[in-house]
Structure formats: C-alpha cells, structure tokens
C-alpha cells in the first residue's frame, strides 16, 4: 500500500505546476489498474482483457451558470460507455487502458449539447527493469463543467482538451526512493469565447524519500515548468517550486500526507502597460485517511495553492475538504461531504471569494452489475459584494451498468 501511495508523489502535475501532484488524475489510475488485476472481463483473448460498462447521470440543477443573479435551471441528461483494458506483457510489465465516452444535453437548451471524454481516461505503460519503475503515460479528457473553478460565475460550460503525455521513472532502493518525472501539457478550450486559455506547458520534477521507518518517509522534492498560453491575454511564465513532504501510514487503517513548501512564477512582460512581474507563494497539502469502523471511512483534505482561474491567469486558493463514506447495509451507502475555499487574485480583480460545498450521496446495488445512486450538491458563494454571491443546488439521479 505504501509503495503505491509513494509512487504518487514521484507523479505529476498540474496545480502547483511541477511539484503539485494530480492527486485525483494519479489515484484514479491507480485504483483502475488495481481493479483490472481483481475483476473478471468481458472479453479475454491471451494476456488482454478487457471490461465494458455504461450509464446514464440525470441532474436538475437550480442555476447552471452559477449566476449572482437572473439564474437559470435546466433538467440535464449524461449518457456515457466506458471501457477499461490491461494487456499484461510479462508478470511485471503491463499496458493500461481507460476511456470513458458520454454526451450531455440540456433539456431547456441553457448551455449548448456537448461530447465529453470523462476525466480519468488513459493509456499507460508500466515497465519494471531491475530496480527501476518506468510508467509512459497519456492522460486525456475533453469537458464542459466549470464548477471546479470557484472564481467563476456566468459560466455554466467551458468546452476544453486538456492531454497531459509524459514519463515517470522511480528507482526503488528500499531505504531510498529517488523518481524523475517529465511531462507535456496540452490545454485547449474549444469556445472561441475561452481561446485566451489554451496554452501548452514544459513539465519536471524530482524527489527523493527516505525511509526512516518501515511505515514512514520523508523526504524533498523540487520542479520548474514553463508555460505558453497562445493568446497575449495572460503572460507566459517560468516558475521553480520545491519543498519538504512527509508521509505516513500510522496503522492498517490510518494514513497522513503532508507536503509543504515555495514556489515563484516569473512572469513576462506583456505589452507596454503590463511590465515583467514575479509571484510567490507558500504552498501546503493535507491529506487524512481513516477507516473508524467497519461502516465508516473518512477522509480530510487541505492545502494552498495557485491556480489558472476562468477570469485570472493566476489566483491562490485555501481549501478545506472532508468527506465520510458510510457502509449503511450490505449493498447500501452513504456519502456525506463538506468544503470550505477561499480564492484571492493575484491580480487585484477581487479581494477574497468564499465558497462552501455540501453534498450528499446515497447508493444501492440493485444486482450484482447495477448500481444507482441519488446524489445533492449545493454551492454557497460569499463575495466582498452582493454581485460575487450566488448559490447553486444540484440534484443528480446516476445509473451504472456493467456488462
């Protein structure tokens, strides 16, 4: 478990640029590779294998552009297939495949129709040499739902290909983990409106852990990237990161990561009113597993970090997030979340922004291939004026096959 949970470190990418990790993109592949090695398929030919599944999300939403005011609510339908597949080369070596493939289409026509790609979809290649963990990796996904993005407002679809393709190398040592990462990101919104976003970045980071007890780690890890955005609208920037991290797992059931540190963009100038800037900022990230009981697993996040917003090249953002996953009967669940932000601009276009979050999600097997789940989320935002205040509430019935 450990070792795996390392290996996310030695990852990439994207929010504190070199050294922040994509936790969700990272652990969502890990968990899909560990599911293959357990699950039957639908298809087996040799050493491939292969899964199929589909569903179908159903969500009345309240104010789908999170707008202060004027809202508008819309009755939304997400039919999507998956395939997941493993071709095991050797014992050891292995290449992995996610995709997922939906539409969405607003009822009231609030937003225009879209494909989407679902997050989470890859292709990657694990390779064990000797000592050596070689992973090559593409990982892709084409959305619409802004929501993520606490700053915006008046934005209910931002159509963009994000494809983040690179390589990973970690030498395992036992007492010593030493990993290498490069990465190419792609980012290109595909609404004329949004094109000043598109932009590509030139990723790298190490890290070095050292075992300082059979369940402990500590250790360093810095990076530099360069980003080119395709319109003169935000600057292109260098930036350098590095700083400590710490992780633990402190019994079967309980697990701690921590990493801290700084970073420092270096802006370009941009025309003859925007001079050449520097930017610097501390960054944390928190992360709390634990399993209290049979029936009860909870997790606690936190962190600082800075971040590309819709309307900003760059704006710091505090997070908190809790979420308790019930195990209520046999093939019942509950899920209850909570999130607390706070976005500040770093270029002076709002003070301060509060978002908080709660949700709720019960779900059922209702045989052994389908599962349902009724889910609510709501958004609450709190500004330095009434014009930055909105609250949005997001109800969403999801259906799931797997064949």
């Not at 922040?20 to 030919?45: D, K, M, P, T």
């Not at 400590?244 to 801290?260: E, G, H, K, M, N």
């Not at 609250?391 to 019935?397: A, F, I, K, S």
Request: charged residues 20%.
């Amino acid at each position: 478990m450990w070792l795996g949970w390392l290996w996310v470190w030695a990852g990439s990418l994207r929010a504190q640029e070199s050294v922040w990790i994509s936790l969700a993109g990272e652990e969502a592949a890990a968990a899909r590779r560990a599911a293959l090695a357990q699950q039957r398929f639908n298809v087996e030919w040799g050493t491939l294998g292969l899964r199929f599944g589909g569903g179908l999300e159903v969500e009345a939403n309240d104010n789908v552009r999170s707008e202060v005011r004027d809202e508008k609510e819309d009755l939304i339908f997400r039919p999507r297939v998956n395939i997941n597949g493993v071709w095991r080369v050797s014992d050891r070596n292995s290449l992995n495949l996610g995709l997922g493939v939906g539409y969405v289409t607003y009822l009231k026509g609030t937003e225009p129709d879209n494909l989407v790609i679902t997050p989470g979809s890859d292709l990657d290649f694990d390779v064990w040499i000797g000592d050596f963990e070689i992973n090559l990796h593409s990982r892709f996904t084409y959305s619409q739902d802004a929501t993520a993005d606490p700053t915006a407002s008046g934005v209910g679809t931002l159509n963009r290909f994000v494809n983040v393709s690179g390589t990973r190398v970690r030498w395992d040592l036992y007492d010593l983990v030493l990993a290498f990462n490069y990465d190419h990101l792609t980012y290109v919104a595909t609404m004329p409106e949004f094109s000043y976003m598109s932009h590509v970045s030139e990723l790298g980071a190490f890290s070095a852990a050292l075992r300082l007890a059979p369940d402990f780690f500590a250790g360093l890890q810095v990076g530099a990237g360069m980003t080119d955005f395709d319109e003169p609208v935000f600057r292109d920037n260098v930036h350098v990161a590095g700083g400590p991290f710490i992780q633990w797992v402190v019994s079967d059931y309980t697990r701690v990561r921590l990493a801290a540190g700084y970073t420092t963009y270096f802006n370009q100038a941009l025309g003859t009113n925007r001079p050449a800037s520097t930017l610097s900022s501390f960054f944390f990230d928190l992360r709390a597993q634990n399993r209290l009981t049979e029936f009860l697993t909870h997790t606690l996040s936190a962190g600082n970090q800075v971040l590309s917003g819709v309307g900003d090249s760059t704006f710091e953002l505090l997070y908190v997030r809790y979420e308790a996953v019930w195990r209520l009967f046999e093939k019942t669940g509950l899920t209850t979340s909570f999130s607390y932000e706070f976005a500040s601009s770093t270029s002076a276009r709002f003070e301060g922004l509060e978002r908080f979050g709660v949700g709720l999600s019960l779900h059922r097997g209702i045989t052994p291939r389908l599962v349902a789940s009724l889910s609510y989320q709501g958004y609450f935002r709190m500004g330095d004026d009434e014009d930055q205040e909105y609250v949005q509430n997001r109800l969403v019935l999801s259906l799931s096959y797997t064949f």
